[in-house]
């Protein structure tokens, strides 16, 4: 429980950041820690350089910007569960932060932190890619780029993030219609064994999954369905279309499926109404 | 101060819980010393392999690092292998257990080398370099497997099946073939992870040149290891001293002698340097004692109209790869109580010690009682739904008649005293279950998405370990007396020295009660002074719900020699005699003339200036005695819970836990709930949560509390107590015990309430934790197949 030795440097500002990231082989970013550290204690990650942007402080925010809420990276889950902005217009990003891991947890991780470890049992990326959220991402010499949710999230623990980039702010679209973030788990602490977010937008429903892959995923075969005009039962039958859940101490696969279609028709009829 | 309330039954506030609520409490951890050192273990990634080499070179050259040390370097340092003190049958077979194993891993975590090394850091990163060479040999977790031999994991003892014990059977043992009915079921339960919030650690100090050693433990028995490691090191009891610091938890996990005690202390004797070992939590859930991990086969005869006539039990009980201090005693331990509250005409029980390439089991909250409790009540469930009798109707139709007085029971041990309806229909008031049946008609007729279940659990626990002549014929190598000391202070303040050693009970608090009532002061007057050998010489420590029946009789019975001998000195000083002396107002005064008194205080100022004392007697108030009890104290009581049961997911939501308890007197009640509380929380914990899995290689998969489902808050649900008051006959106290009723009561009450919550679907057995993907393919299974 104690980690490898590691170098620590704490960043100024973005810049710094990334400039200190760009000078080391295996440096990690270092922002709630919740994630990173068991890691390293357990000695699973040995970083050379821990690059500590917890301090870097223009990047804790909830805006409105037009028809979107900008959420800087290192807003805390608590910050975002008591927003009152996104608690009236995109009340599914409020909502899934209040029921991450547990009190402690929500004071000290952030929004940016949980959605860039890209952890398929994580809740906040599940619902970025429903939402359609977009990230904003700064690079080296000033540069920066906007990914789209539903392209950011490449594999387990694997998203479209360099080593020396950083993940500076999330932008979710504002929301008018129903919506709802079911988790299954065993403990209130607990990752996700499934999750489902369901947003009713511009008059159709975007659906997507938590744990059931290697990514955050779209059920695509629901919305295809839904589409169709096919009732919350009848489309939820295809919740695991194209879905690869894990087998593992809290669930088997199999059972991850079907849990996966009884929460789909019942976020379904919540958002649906 | 005088005082003339009586505190025995109130519900005081513990005196503990200032220092531990503001973080002065003073735990192994808080605890260093100049010059100290540190160890670490080195656990190498094998679960059963024969070690070829050990190269501790690399770690021998690393920064800060004092030493390295295997088996071989430490061969002088243990004249014995660690202690295993319940040798149940004659022909037991043993296997030897060195601190460090010498030519073969056997569980992972098996420790083969102790680095020490000037910090902590430098000491776990140089166990990290220790290189095993060790060729892997097939590993064998499974009970059954295990039995086979087909893989011997001590080749010397040339079998797993190290110990088979049988009650031996009591009653017309004809019933299992006559009865009208007949039930068998098949019970498993899984391996739990005790989980004390602080875990292990102890700190080893003293002088090489005087012999001397002291040893700071996380330990719930400093007493027992000081004879445990005094065997294991050589060093004589007279000069190793045990402190049991603040211990924050142990639930059985502490009940031990374990490795690393005896490497801090052969460490400190050989480097002549202070010795700290704290473990992480991933190593505990590795090197500290499991729990359970058995499997029944069951047998209930009786008739049709639910008349209980005979109950057989035969249990295999996992080991693990050694015998800890106890380990094949526990299921023994639960074999006197295989009846239950239940008046049967025949009873059996008997169990088989296997080894298994995993962590030893040992003492576990309840240690044998709850594995008896939850078979016997899901056999009395099962018998029930086989003749459709409800099950409120067959518990209370079979409870042993109430008495007042010791009986003699089927199981051969006499029982201090019964009482179970009045607890049963408490419990079945407060529960509301005829409300509750009709509710969950309501719902099955509707066919609800979430149904109900209503779980019962009436249990008998045996508590108060030991009467020392039992445990003797039971080939127990020690007794199960307990000693107390009290020592009146001329300042009027009390000194009470017990052998009995909290970790959380609160026997500062509730010892205090008893010496505030019988000496006329209050508790805050009171300090109890426990584990520290040195201090309080003379105990047997605390487990088995003893404490109270045993430690706490001892300290009543010091009261007595103290109250007699300030009796005499208050009739001397008073210049009356001993008869004309009434107890009143927490004074000695003159009958008929109440002013002419003295206060315990005074008296106490009195025979320790000693200026005028009777003749021949000794200066100082002070008593000491020594306990042994004459019987067990038997509690017993009813849980009920109340589940809800969502049908497509199979999750379950308690939603109401009554806990109606009977253990005798109460000293204290506040601590008698908050024992309750917790143990039922540890209950519910092993009925929905916890299980220790390990893989098809013996690794242990639910290696941290990610994987191993503590429940939280959260899940626990609120719990209406109530209690009844049989007291007991074994002690003057009338106290029985509470500290494990709540674990040995609870696991069968929600797992019953599980089953019945879906029994309409055809449910009749889901096993321990009852887990949401169980239940659903419970349901799945019971409707025909695939959903």
Known sequence: ?????????????????????????????????????????????????????????????????????????????????????????????????????????????????????????????????????????????????????????????????????????????????????????????????????????????????????????????????????????????????????????????????????????RALEETLG | MVATEQYVGSPVLRKEDAKLLTGQGNFVDNQSMAGMVWMALVRPPHVHATIQSIDTAAAASMPGVVGVYTAADLETAFPAALPMVWPITEDIKIPTHWPLTKDKIRFAGDAVAVVVAETREQAEDAAEMVTVSASDLPAVTDLEEAATDEVVIHEDLGTNVVVHWSHGGGGDQSVFDSAPVIVQERFTQPRLIPNAIEPRGCLAY?????????????????????????????????????????????????????????????????????????????????????????????????????????????????????????????????????????????????????????????????????????????????????????????????????????????????????????????????????????EQQARRDRGDTKQLGIGLSSYIEMCGLAPSEILGALRYVAGGWDAAEIECRPDGKVVVRTGTSPHGQGHETSWSQIVADGLGVTPDDVEVLHGDTSVSRLGMDTYGSRSASVGAEAVARALEKVRAKARTIAAHELEVAEDDLEWTDGAFRVSGAPDKARTIPELAASAWHAHALPADMEPMLEGTAVWDPPNFTWPGGTHICVVEVDT?????????????????????????????????????????????????????????????????AVEIPSITQDRTVTPSTTNSLGVKGIGEAGTIASPPAVVNAVIDAVSHLGVSHIDKPASPERVWRAIRDAQGGAA
């Open chain 1, 1 to 265: 429980m104690i980690p490898a030795a590691f170098e620590y440097a704490r960043a100024e500002s973005i810049d710094h950041a990334i400039e200190l990231l760009g000078g080391a082989d295996d440096a990690k970013i270092l922002a709630g820690g919740h994630s990173l550290l068991p890691l390293m204690k357990t000695r699973l990650a040995q970083p050379s350089l821990l690059v500590d942007i917890s301090r870097i402080g223009d990047l804790s925010y909830v805006r409105e910007d037009g028809d979107m809420v900008a959420i800087g990276a290192l807003t805390r889950h608590h910050d975002v569960a008591n927003s009152e902005l996104l608690q009236q217009v995109a009340p599914i990003v409020a909502d899934t932060a209040s029921r991450i891991g547990d009190p402690q947890v929500r004071h000290v991780g952030t929004i940016g932190g949980s959605i860039a470890h890209a952890d398929p049992a994580g809740d906040m990326g599940t619902v970025m890619v429903a939402l359609g959220a977009q990230f904003a991402i700064s690079a080296a010499a000033g540069a920066t780029r906007t990914v789209a949710a539903g392209d950011f999230f490449q594999g387990l623990f694997q998203a479209d993030l360099a080593a020396n980039e950083v993940l500076t702010e999330i932008r979710v679209p504002k929301t008018s219609g129903g919506w709802s973030y079911l988790k299954f788990n065993r403990r209130a602490i607990d990752w996700a064994m499934v999750g489902v977010a369901a947003v009713q937008q511009n008059g159709s429903a975007a659906v997507a999954l938590t744990n059931m892959g290697e990514t955050p995923l779209r059920a695509a075969g629901v919305e295809e369905a839904l589409a169709g005009g096919a009732d919350p039962a009848t489309a939820s039958a295809r919740a695991d279309e194209g879905a690869a859940p894990p087998s593992d101490a809290f669930g088997s696969a199999e059972y991850r499926r079907e849990v996966s279609k009884v929460l789909v028709r």
């Open chain 2, 648 to 712: 497509e997911t199979g999750k379950t939501d308690i939603m109401r836990y009554v806990a109606v308890d009977d253990c005798g007197n109460v000293i204290n009640p506040m601590i008698v709930e908050g024992q309750v509380q917790g143990g039922v929380a540890q209950g519910v914990a092993e009925a929905l949560y916890e299980e220790a899995l390990y893989d098809e290689s013996g690794n242990l998969m639910s290696s941290s509390m990610t994987q191993y489902l503590v429940p939280t």
């Open chain 2, 206 to 438: 003293g002088s090489p040149a005087a012999g001397e050693f002291t040893l700071v433990s996380a330990t719930q028995i400093p007493h027992i290891c000081r004879v445990g490691l005094s065997i294991a090191t050589g060093v004589p009891q007279s000069k190793l001293r045990i402190i049991a610091p603040d211990v924050g938890g142990g639930f059985g996990s502490k009940l031990n002698v374990y490795a690393e005690e005896a490497l801090a202390l052969a460490l400190t004797r050989s480097i002549g340097r202070p010795v700290k070992w704290i473990e992480t939590r991933p190593e505990n859930y590795v090197a500290t004692i499991h729990g359970r991990g058995v499997l029944h086969d069951c047998t209930l005869a009786g008739t049709e109209d639910g008349e209980i006539q005979g109950m057989k039990f035969v249990e295999l009980a996992d080991m693990g790869a050694y015998f800890q201090l106890l380990t094949p005693g526990i299921p023994e331990l639960g074999g006197w109580v295989y009846m239950g509250p239940y008046d049967t005409k025949a009873y059996w029980y008997e169990f088989k010690g296997i080894i298994t390439n995993a962590t030893p089991t040992d003492a576990y909250r309840g240690a044998g009682r709850p594995e008896a409790t939850f078979v016997i009540e899901r056999l009395v469930d099962a018998y029930a739904r086989r003749i459709g009798m409800d099950p409120a109707d067959v518990r209370r139709k079979n409870f042993l008649p109430p008495s007042a007085e010791a009986f003699a029971s089927v199981m051969g041990l006499s029982i201090d005293s019964a009482n179970y309806e009045p607890t049963f229909d408490r419990a079945l008031e407060l529960a509301e279950y005829d409300q509750m049946r009709k």
